[in-house]
């Protein structure tokens, strides 16, 4: 120990001023460095598990849930040993109130009010009854008051006036009524001139006797010549050219023939052998020759003869359309 410190407890101390020096403390070693800690591996053992088998309930083992009988409320009984008990509480009535000195009027005032009472002139208790003064008319009830006023005067309605008669328009209505009428007249002549053929060979049929008909079908350029002319048994009519001296006549006669016989009969001896195989159209045997034709349909011998250059389908379609 020097005499300038002191030591205790291993730690120098100044002698003077009594602070530490130093500390007499072992020396260590050099501290390594801090080492990180390597982090745990886990291996998942939940692939290597075994399956578990269900932990459903077994019904036959565990009773099934009932439900609990409702639970009736306890009847408390009084006790025959309290002879005592709480009456029922009862809320309190409340109390009218009454005053000991009732209002007074001051002297003052009550001098002040007998004076004006003494001031007010006397009124008779007979007054007139005042007159209700009209209500305010509403402007649509004035305007129709006016208007009719204005009528009233009107010289219409005056004796002395006398009204011109105006005359009838009857002209315009006659005029109307003849252009409808002239209308209709020439709608039904038009309707008349196109079915007039039709009409001719009606007529002509029910005089003949036979069942004739009028081709829908008619060559272009050539169109009904003449009236439709009619014997006993049989129904003509003939058709010529609009711009030329060509002809033809469609003849319809009764019969029994078939379309063998009149192959035989009438187109071998016509035709001089010269007529080609018939045409067979909506089962109709139509014999062609030298711009001729002949067929038998429902009973009727049809002929079909002249010097017009038809086609052997203009004269199928004729056929087809009768």
């Known amino acids: 120990m020097n005499q300038r410190t002191v030591t205790i407890n291993g730690t120098e101390y100044d002698a003077h001023t009594g602070m530490p020096i130093r500390k007499n403390t072992p020396l260590h070693g050099i501290n390594p460095a801090p080492q990180t800690p390597k982090p745990e591996e886990h291996h998942s053992h939940s692939v290597h598990q075994v399956i578990q088998k269900s932990q459903t309930l077994n019904r036959q083992a565990v009773k099934r ?22 009456p029922h509480p009862t809320s309190a009535k409340p109390r009218a109130r009454s005053m000991d000195i009732g209002p007074v009027s001051h002297p003052m005032v009550t001098k002040a009010h007998q004076q004006m009472q003494q001031a007010k002139p006397v009124v008779s208790s007979h007054v007139p009854a005042q007159t209700a003064q009209p209500m305010p008319k509403p402007s649509n009830v004035i305007k129709q008051e006016a208007v009719a006023e204005a009528l009233q005067k009107a010289p219409s309605h005056s004796a002395n006036h006398k009204q011109v008669k105006q005359p ?11 252009s409808a009428s002239l209308a ?11 079915n007039m053929p039709s009409l001719s060979v009606r ?18 350029g050539y169109s009904l010549r003449g009236p439709v002319a009619y014997t006993d048994g049989e129904v003509l009519m003939k058709f010529a050219a609009n711009g030329g001296p060509q002809a033809f006549s469609i003849s319809q ?5 078939d ?7 009438y187109v ?23 711009n001729n034709a002949a067929w038998i349909n429902g009973g009727v011998l049809y002929k079909l003869t002249g010097d017009a250059p038809l086609s052997n389908d203009q004269i199928r379609r004729i056929a087809t359309s009768m």
């Open 253 to 257: 006669t009764k019969t029994n023939w």
């Open 203 to 220: 007529v002509a049929a029910a005089q003949a006797g036979v069942n004739a008909t009028y081709p829908e079908y008619r060559p272009d």
């Open 65 to 86: 849930m009932q439900v609990a009988a409702p639970v009736q409320p306890r009847v408390m009984q009084k006790s025959p040993a309290i002879t005592k008990f709480a």
């Open 168 to 178: 009838k328009k009857r002209s315009s209505r006659f005029l109307s009524l003849a």
């Open 259 to 265: 379309s063998a016989a009149l192959e035989e009969n």
């Open 268 to 290: 071998a001896k016509e035709s001089n052998g010269g007529y080609i195989d018939p045409y067979i159209e909506r089962g109709l045997k139509i014999y062609i020759y030298d």
């Open 184 to 194: 209709l007249l020439l709608l039904g002549g038009y309707f008349t001139y196109i």
